[in-house]
């Protein structure tokens, strides 16, 4: 219980290539990811000199080999990110980066190509290797696609809909923004949350029925409970700022 705790609230988890598992929120996973690349980027981007590099490389060991090998795509999204803000691709172009990277996607899959390069991956690396140690990065190679065409469809997406976002109602731009101010909390409770509903719904109802009230008291309770933490973010940031001021 003791090492559960601390590798949460550590976010160090998937570090040193452990992949150590909390309780039975399997998607977190995905959060010791982020912390390490947060803290890269911070060392790299905040500390000067040589400094960085001093900090960065024991850093690196520390997140181990299938933590850094998904770094490319964080970075590609800082990129996706600075090209979307630009705002400096033509129209002409945009429809094609809209409307391709969703059909290669589909037809991808339709070739059974991650299947594919999974196996590949482990004929080349050792299926014990690909198992025990890149565990979450065993599809590296696939998600360097997915990333690739991710990327190009939010650009083009960005570059149709930019002339379009004064044209949304006062109201409708506050429903949307309501809704991805709980969008993080979802991702991180959801899975426990549908455990939980799971035990409590009876299960001798109709199935249709009861995915439907799986889903919807998941997602109510999700929506709860970013009222009392995703959505209070400013107050704990002047909170923390003035426990730790910046300056």
Known sequence: MGEQLWRGLSFSNQWLSQNFRIGTNGPY???SYEAAYYILFAVLFFVSGHKKYLIAL???FVFG????LLFPIWLLGIWTYKQIKADTLPRLYAWPCAVLPPL???ALLAMHIPKYFLVLTKLWLGEDFVNDTLAFSDEFIW???IAQLISFHLIGVAALTRRKEKSVSET???IIRWLAGATFTIYVVHYPTLQFFDTLIPENIMPLMRHALLFASALAFCFIFAEISERRLKQMRKFLTKLVPLR
Do not use: E, F
Not at 65 to 68: D, N
């Open 58 to 60: 024991p850093l690196i």
């Open 143 to 145: 998600n360097y696609i």
């Open 29 to 31: 996973w995905s959060l």
């Open 104 to 106: 290669i996607y589909a």
């Open 172 to 174: 409708r731009a506050k």
């Open 65 to 68: 080999l299938s933590v850094m």
